[in-house]
């Protein structure tokens, strides 16, 4: 019995190299990042569903620089982390879809909105992530305000 051909003859690849290169692309690359205990945050936060246009409850918990959600507030398993350090925070102008309260995280191409339940939550939530740009937000809206 022969030993297989190259797949690329005009390459001069043999087959021991192509099956180490395709081994070299399979292999994954893992991240790891250890919790802290100090929770600087926990509670409920609506996510917009983006295939369904709809508001999803979830679970929160901020331990920076980690957003950590979970199904209930018992869900002994994290359902989805994202790393806050990698994202740009802002708030949302209401219009038809995105009520006043709502806020979103971007990163890459990805935009994730998130709904509190009064603007006080929201302002709490935003200082937990990002307390600088909380407190910039805060001011800037206090300034509008008595402008006004």
Excluded: H
């Excluded at 005009?10 to 990042?33: K, M, Q, R």
């Excluded at 937000?137 to 300034?143: I, V, Y």
Aim: glycine share 4%.
């Amino acid at each position: 019995i022969l030993p297989p051909a190259p797949m690329y003859e005009e390459d001069n690849l043999s087959y021991d190299s192509t099956e180490a290169e395709l081994d070299e692309l399979l292999t994954p690359e893992l991240l790891e990042f250890r919790l802290t205990n100090e929770i600087s945050r926990r509670g409920w936060l609506l996510f917009m569903n983006m295939e369904s246009r709809s508001w999803d409850r979830r679970f929160c918990v901020i331990q920076r620089p980690f957003l950590i959600l979970f199904n209930t507030d018992r869900d002994p398993v994290p359902r989805w982390v994202l790393n806050l350090s990698t994202c740009r925070i802002s708030l949302t102008k209401p219009n038809n879809d995105l009520k006043l309260g709502v806020f979103r995280l971007v990163r890459g191409a990805n935009i994730y909105y998130l709904q509190g339940s009064s603007t006080e939550d929201i302002d709490d939530w935003l200082y937990a992530m990002n307390p600088l740009l909380a407190g910039t937000m805060r001011s800037q809206r206090l300034s509008q305000t008595q402008a006004t």
